[in-house]
């Protein structure tokens, strides 16, 4: 069985300080890793996945996530974080042969001016 | 990108009636849709899944009677809540997994209120 878990129900950060948003996962096999954004009364936008290579993976609104094998883990990073930056982040997982994906319960990011 | 279109974004309707949400992919064809349901400040819970053409798998605990999916083409899948209470007021989510398989994107969400 997969899972994910995300450590942290809230992080807050300054505008212009660096963002991280934790995830460690579970899923047998390889994992194949995404991240999405959830602004309020909204579906999820996609931000960013791992799937094989490079494990600094880039994504949309300058944010980046690496894949860490022996920790099991896929933290979220932005290296400056805006207000607009707001928002709930869901990290997912799947496996290889399974369109499912298990969210983590998510983390809500406070961006303060 | 690949864009999904979820409508209504809300509905609200008396007990005992039927509410139907529709599901489109705008510009990309999806083979699977997914319906999920999310309620106040938690995660996304998977409903079902739901493949083009034949009946839908649905997850351990969701009522297939109850939540009827319909994927009747590769760009819509619907959802229908039937004779609906209060307690299935919640946010339901569809997504649909592009081409490559790899990413599903989601529509924007419909919160349905039941009086």
């Known amino acids: 069985a997969q899972s994910v878990a995300q450590p942290e129900d809230q992080v807050n950060v300054a505008e212009g300080n660096p963002l991280t948003v934790k995830c460690t996962y579970s899923?047998?096999?390889?994992?194949?890793l995404f991240w999405y954004v959830q602004y309020p009364n909204r579906g999820l936008q996609f931000l960013l996945k791992?799937?094989?290579?490079?494990?600094l993976v880039k994504g949309s609104y300058g944010f980046e996530a690496e894949f860490n094998k022996s920790q099991t883990s896929f933290h979220l990073k932005k290296p400056s974080a805006l207000v607009s930056d707001s928002a709930l982040y869901f990290c997912?997982?799947?496996?290889?042969?399974?369109?499912?994906?298990?969210f983590g319960a998510g983390t809500t990011v406070t961006v303060r001016a | 990108g690949a864009v999904v279109s979820q409508h209504p974004s809300r509905v609200i309707c008396k007990s005992g009636t039927s509410v139907k949400i529709e599901c489109r992919s705008l510009?990309?064809?999806?083979?699977?849709m997914f319906w999920y349901r999310q309620f106040p400040k938690q995660s996304l819970m998977l409903m079902a899944t739901?493949?083009?053409?034949?009946?839908?798998?649905?997850e351990q605990g969701v009522e297939k009677d109850k939540f009827l999916i319909n994927h009747a083409s590769l760009t819509l899948s619907t959802l229908t809540v039937t004779s609906a209470h209060p307690e299935d007021s919640s946010f339901y989510i569809c997504?649909?997994?592009?081409?490559?398989?790899?990413?599903?994107?989601f529509g924007a969400g419909t919160r349905l209120s039941v009086l």
């Open positions: 997504s649909a997994r592009a081409g490559d398989g790899n990413i599903q994107y």
């Open positions: 899923v047998s096999g390889n994992p194949y």
């Open positions: 791992y799937i094989t290579g490079d494990n």
């Open positions: 997912a997982v799947r496996e290889l042969n399974d369109y499912k994906l298990s």
């Open positions: 510009d990309f064809q999806a083979t699977t």
């Open positions: 739901s493949n083009e053409g034949s009946k839908a798998t649905y």
